[in-house]
């Protein structure tokens, strides 16, 4: 299979139909290989349409929902980005290529050694991982100046709007476990401004500020 087509078609057939615009994103897009950050057997499924397993029962997400939330985020190059939900590090590189530094954090230590493997096979040294509870955020190098969460949460946990920068923007997926609402936070100084991107649906966000482990 020649993945660097296959990637280029992603990107024309499944984000610029539907509204993807920023060059860097797409240029990102274009130039992350998704194929490696997912199993073997499934690298010829890697730039279809849809989320995947990626063990431990989480996943990838599909291409334009990664595409959708990096664009919202509204990055220029010199941002302090955190992520939420590592997963398997693909989201991760495609920060990489477009800020100065992704902080990223993972529930599941696995997951969270695979990503790192794979991240520094492809040299993305502007990457720090930690395994914990994302919902905490990571205070030592707050503010960032964009936080996304790439897990779905019955609410946005405060912590991350606390360690959010003026003027920064934080996306998260926020409802049920079945179904919720993909949105945009941005801090300004009169306040938290609040946008409704689509609806998704997501993992679940599992800890102290999303769901409880015992809820799911
Ligand atoms: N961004 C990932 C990618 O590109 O592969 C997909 C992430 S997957 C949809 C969501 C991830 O969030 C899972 O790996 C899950 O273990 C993780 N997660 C769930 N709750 C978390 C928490 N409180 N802190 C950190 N990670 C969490």
Redesign the pocket.
């Given at each position: 299979m020649d993945f660097k087509k296959a990637r280029e078609r992603m990107v024309r057939e499944q984000l610029i139909p539907r509204g993807i615009k920023d060059p860097r994103v797409l240029e990102a897009m274009r130039k992350v290989p998704r194929h490696l950050?997912v199993d073997e057997a499934l690298q010829n499924q890697a730039y279809s349409d849809r989320?995947l397993l990626?063990g431990?029962k989480?996943?990838?997400?599909q291409p334009y929902m990664?595409a959708l939330m990096t664009e919202a985020l509204e990055l220029k190059g010199d941002e302090k980005v955190l992520?939420?939900?590592?997963?398997?590090?693909?989201?991760?590189a495609i920060l990489a290529e477009l800020a100065d530094k992704v902080y990223s954090?993972?529930?599941?230590r696995s997951?969270s050694q695979k990503?790192r493997k794979i991240l520094d096979r492809l040299h993305y040294f502007n990457v720090v991982l930690k395994v914990?509870?994302?919902?905490l955020g990571w205070p030592e190098y707050a503010p960032y100046d964009a936080i996304i969460v790439?897990?779905g949460s019955p609410k946005v946990p405060e912590p991350l709007v606390e360690q959010l920068a003026e003027g920064g923007r934080l996306v998260i997926p926020v409802g049920d476990p079945y179904t919720q609402e993909l949105v945009k936070l941005v801090k300004t100084p009169e306040g938290i401004e609040k946008k409704s991107l689509t609806i998704c649906r997501?993992?679940?966000?599992?800890?102290k500020h999303?769901w409880k482990e015992s809820e799911y």
């Open positions: 950050f989320p990626i431990e989480q996943t990838i997400s990664v992520e939420i939900g590592t997963g398997s590090g693909y989201q991760t954090i993972e529930r599941l997951l990503a914990g509870d994302g919902t790439t897990a997501f993992v679940n966000l599992i800890g999303g």
